[in-house]
């Protein structure tokens, strides 16, 4: 009979072992380093010679327009409240855009998410492809899609809602998937034994466990396409990216006006940003509660 002790790698031997996948592993990561940093190099070089003015050349001049805002804003400092009234109108219509879009993707989001979960789906071949349709909206730019649509449409805010619920549609699409796999399928399994439709099975079984996570990934999302609808301005799709882009290109006369929409932006930006975090923690932390004490 064979001695397992004769047969059983020693211990010396699988300490070599593991230094030796050890250094093969650090001899890996740094040529992968190695290349990495040589690409970087290659490509700002390649894009600082293909650069109009030349990188070097012009980063001395890198603060020249902010300083220009900034000092035309406090000379003309009195007139900052005036300016932040006559450009609300177009902030409001900004943040419309990124409400409007945000709800439309985000009921789109949450079909197409119970149709690619795995477990879920009604039709289990149609996963993979939906799948790629998610992945296609999510790697194409929000920026992309609305110029296409400005040359269809023309200009204005609905393509930049069409643009940024396109796009939210992906991003939500794959999140709202991902929490869908880790529902718990009793409920699921309960009611399909009683004779529950699909639509019944996931409204009732399925989106009351994983609601507050939509919800907090809705708000993130709504934060980011605040920010995109005001950037997509200015290609000339409405709001306050517009009027942005309008003073800018006018340039020293109008920088103060610049500055009053950087000021609204901003405070826009932060405003959201603390409600929404608020919703999202009592959301998240709400609910692990109450499973809890469940």
């Given amino acids: 009979m064979t001695d397992i002790s004769e047969t059983a790698p020693k211990m010396p031997d699988i300490r070599q072992q593991y230094m030796s996948q ?29 650069n109009a003015g030349g990188f070097w050349d012009g980063l001395g001049n890198v603060f020249d327009f902010p300083m220009d805002v900034f000092s035309e804003a ?15 109108p177009s902030l409001i219509e900004t943040i419309n855009i990124a409400a ?59 393509p930049a809602m069409i643009a940024i619920a396109l796009h939210t ?9 991902e929490v869908n796999e880790n529902a718990s399928l009793k409920p699921v399994e309960g009611l399909a034994s009683v004779g529950s439709s699909w639509s019944q099975r996931m ?18 999302r709504f934060e980011i396409n605040i920010r ?30 610049a500055a009053a929409i950087f000021l609204l932006l901003f405070l826009t930006i932060v405003v959201v940003d603390q409600i929404s975090s608020t919703l999202r923690n009592r959301l998240t932390h709400g609910a692990r509660l109450t499973e809890t004490h469940a």
């Fill in 228 to 257: 995109a609808s005001a950037i997509l301005g200015f290609v000339g799709a409405g709001g306050i990216g517009y009027d942005l882009r309008n003073t800018m290109s006018w340039g020293q006369g109008k920088f103060d006006e």
């Fill in 100 to 158: 409007a879009s945000t709800l439309l993707g985000g009921l789109l989001a949450l079909v197409f998410s119970l149709l690619v979960t795995r477990g879920l789906a009604p039709v289990p071949w149609l996963v993979s492809p939906l799948r790629r349709v998610l992945d296609i909206l999510r790697a194409v730019p929000e920026i992309v899609i609305a110029l296409v649509l400005i040359y269809l449409l023309g200009g204005g805010p609905i």
């Fill in 169 to 177: 549609v992906g991003a939500l699409g794959k999140l709202f998937s």
């Fill in 203 to 220: 409204w009732l079984g399925v989106v009351p466990q994983v609601a507050p996570n939509y919800l907090s990934y809705a708000l993130l």
């Fill in 22 to 50: 050890m250094r093969s592993k650090r001899i890996m990561n740094m040529i992968l380093l190695v290349l990495f940093f040589g690409l970087l190099i290659s490509g700002f070089r390649t894009a600082d010679d293909r």
């Fill in 74 to 88: 406090v000379e003309r400092a009195h007139l900052l409240p005036g300016y932040l009234l006559k450009y609300l």
